[in-house]
């Protein structure tokens, strides 16, 4: 027995037997019935009617935005196979200055130096011109496949000028046709310069070009990322090592009312949901910026390394540093060209470390004169250090056999204001006792 049967049986009502064969009979609809379709009705033509209206809405925001982007930041709707996407672009004159240094400086940086920054040296055989400058701005700063560059700004130098193009997906839907505009660009050039690029940007757009099932040889390219040189360079004096502090420190580039980078994801959200172009023209200025900066600031470290770069713009620990990464990729060749710059009079500004970082350079490359000026000045100062006073002995015994000078110079060490610990004092006591030894031998 059918459920509806046992229902009616227990209500009193009664069941009519039916054929086996026979058709159930539809009952005809009621009043209610139809007054409940007639409500769901009206309520789907409003929801219609208002998503129809929201659609509209959206679209004319987005086309008035994209219209004011324009106006704002003089670039233009690009359309390609794959979609439509907004450019900006323009381009510095050599005579343009950047900070301390004009645009021109940058065209033409040693490419065998910029080979021992990348610590590849494949670079070499390259040209300035070959250089394709990298920075995006992104809806994350900690990465990850949820986060997308919005905005590409690229660089490089032709025909005496260093370009700049700056690449918009207005909305998440035009990422690939921006990708594709970055890939036709990158297949020009033969090396990549960025800014901690191979920590982010460049695994980030291979992340990008993987989700577009997109091919691309970007992350293949040989690439110089000026972080790691510029720590080793010029962190030694740095508070730290982002690309504002370097600007502002060596570069000489004052940014007013730059937007911090941690606000620039929330920016763009805000543009998608606003279409303000008013949102994206701090960013745009912010990594227009950034793309320049990474021009000079590769000419600075190369002048460096070449002993070029201008006195009053690098500290004499800068041609330290320079000298030791010289001496490491390069042997001696290119370091006397900047001990011969330090000079005497350098070594009083130097830091204590970089005091003997000079010295070490010097007594390597066989300049021991100048090594032991810079023991000895160290030696006399106060508290006295473990390490002039043991290279000073250590010469003294060994090359110039003066073994009652390096005694005196043991014994007062040890006699005076110091911060050895023992074994420090150890070594020295050892040292000691061999000079007792040696000058108490029958000649």
């Known amino acids: ?82 979609g439509r996407f907004f450019l900006a672009g323009g381009f510095l004159s050599g005579v343009s200055r950047h900070g301390h240094r004009s645009i021109c400086e940058a065209f033409d940086f040693d490419m065998t130096a910029a080979g021992m920054l990348a610590n590849n040296p494949v670079l070499g055989a390259y040209h300035p011109s070959d250089a394709l400058f990298l920075d995006t701005e992104t809806t994350g700063l900690s990465g990850g496949t949820g986060t997308m560059a919005f905005l590409i700004g690229l660089g490089w ?47 980030l757009l291979a992340t990008r070009f993987i989700l577009n099932r997109m091919q691309s040889s970007l992350h293949e390219l040989p690439h110089l990322d000026l972080l790691h040189p510029a720590r080793r360079l010029l962190g030694h004096r740095l508070e730290n090592c982002r690309l504002a502090t370097l600007e502002a420190d060596i570069l000489g580039v004052e940014r007013e009312g730059d937007i911090p980078g941690w606000e620039i994801p929330q920016r763009y959200f805000d543009w998608l949901r606003r279409r303000d172009p008013r949102l994206l023209a701090d960013i745009f200025e912010h990594n227009r910026l950034d793309v320049i900066s990474m021009a000079t600031l590769t000419a600075h470290l190369v002048d460096l390394l070449n002993a070029r770069a201008l006195k009053q713009h690098a500290h004499p620990d800068d041609y330290v540093a320079a000298a030791r990464l010289l001496l490491k990729k390069a042997g001696t060749a290119g370091v006397h060209k900047i001990l011969e710059i330090l000079g005497e009079d350098a070594c009083a500004e130097l830091s204590p470390a970089s005091k003997k970082n000079l010295a070490n350079l010097c007594k390597r490359t066989g300049r021991m004169d100048e090594a032991v000026r810079i023991w000895r000045q160290m030696a006399a100062c106060d508290p006295i250090e473990f390490y002039p006073v043991s290279e000073l002995a250590k010469y003294l015994e060994h090359r110039a056999r003066d073994y009652g000078q390096a005694k005196a110079i043991i014994e007062n060490a040890l006699a005076g204001n110091n911060l050895f610990p023992e074994d420090e004092r150890d070594s020295l006591s050892h040292r000691l006792k061999r000079l007792n030894a040696k000058l108490n031998m029958p000649r």
């Open 157 to 203: 130098f032709e025909e005496g000028r260093f370009h700049i193009r700056q690449i918009l997906a207005r909305d998440f839907g035009e990422e690939k046709a921006a990708l594709t505009y970055l890939k036709e660009i990158a297949e020009h050039k033969k090396f990549l310069v960025t800014f901690n690029g191979k920590a982010f940007d460049v695994n």
């Open 1 to 82: 027995m059918k459920s509806i049967d046992k229902l009616k049986r227990l209500t009193g009502e009664s069941v009519s037997p039916k054929p086996q064969n026979e058709m159930p009979a539809v009952p005809p609809p009621s009043e209610k019935q139809f007054r409940i379709d007639d409500l769901r009705r009206r309520v789907e033509n409003v929801v219609t009617r208002g998503a129809a209206r929201a659609r509209a809405a959206q679209e004319e925001a987005r086309t008035h935005g994209n219209r004011a982007l324009c106006e704002i930041l003089e670039g233009e709707e690009i359309e390609n196979r794959h």
